[in-house]
């Protein structure tokens, strides 16, 4: 069965502190996606960024960079000199097995997300 | 290109009584997918309409329904409301995967927050 697990419930720093949000998951797939959303507090889910199960080069866009480790199951995200803006919850999640019959995985399996609190 | 919109965007109701949200996607979007989020449970998948067919559903009771118009908005009904049913709604559209990309990335509107009393 698929799963996600983010251990890490609630996080808080300082702002300009670098932080990490751990994600690893589970699944029997060899076919998978792994995203990252951020939930603020008006509710609605963000897109962050999706990575392919055939991909682990790591990537950067700004401040936030992912590390993608098959070997170990996970699936990281790394907020650089964090800033108040980027309080939120953070949630990791993972593409359901592939479906032949549709040909594409259109259910996400969410982790439980990560609370975190960037303050002054 | 506005985002998905979900109306109403709050909801009071009592046990028993029957709710229907509305969700209407990115234009050029033609998937739209449901989920709960509950304090408890977390995110949960209801289910996934394209072109107007149900293609995934998620382990919810019968009470859940939900369909799809032509023009890709999609409803969602719950029936004989209960307490249980008090949740964040929220509906993601993503457009078809591209030849070999067997995903599509979910856009998330901002909710419909639905107490029952």
């Known amino acids: 069965a698929q799963k996600v697990t983010q251990a890490q419930t609630e996080i808080s720093v300082v702002e300009k502190e670098d932080v990490t949000l751990d994600c690893v998951y589970e699944?029997?797939?060899?076919?998978?996606?792994l995203f990252w959303y951020k939930q603020p507090p008006s509710g609605e889910l963000v897109f962050l960024i999706r990575?392919?199960?055939?991909?682990?080069q790591n990537e950067i866009s700004g401040r936030y960079s992912w590390n993608f480790q098959k070997s170990t199951s996970s699936f990281n995200f790394t907020i650089t000199a964090s800033q108040v803006v980027d309080s939120a919850v953070y949630f990791c999640?993972?593409?359901?097995?592939?479906?032949?019959?549709?040909?594409?995985?259109?259910?996400?399996?969410f982790g439980t997300g990560t609370r975190l609190q960037v303050t002054l | 290109k506005a985002g998905v919109t979900q109306t109403p965007r709050y909801l009071i109701k009592t046990r028993g009584q029957q709710v229907t949200l509305s969700c209407s996607p990115i234009s050029g979007h033609r998937s739209v997918s449901w989920y709960q989020q509950t304090p408890g449970q977390g995110l949960q998948f209801l289910f996934e309409y394209f072109s107007e067919t149900q293609r995934n559903k998620g382990n919810f009771p019968g009470r859940f329904s939900g369909r799809q118009f032509s023009n890709s908005r999609s409803e969602m009904n719950v029936s004989t409301l209960e307490l249980g049913d008090s949740a964040l709604y929220l509906c993601?559209?993503?457009?078809?995967?591209?030849?070999?990309?067997?995903?599509?990335?979910?856009?998330f509107g901002p909710g419909t927050r639905l107490t029952v009393l």
């Open positions: 699944t029997r797939d060899t076919t998978y996606y």
């Open positions: 990575r392919n199960s055939f991909d682990e």
């Open positions: 999640a993972l593409t359901d097995p592939f479906r032949l019959t549709t040909g594409t995985a259109s259910k996400l399996t």
């Open positions: 993601a559209s993503s457009l078809p995967g591209l030849a070999g990309d067997r995903a599509d990335t979910q856009y």
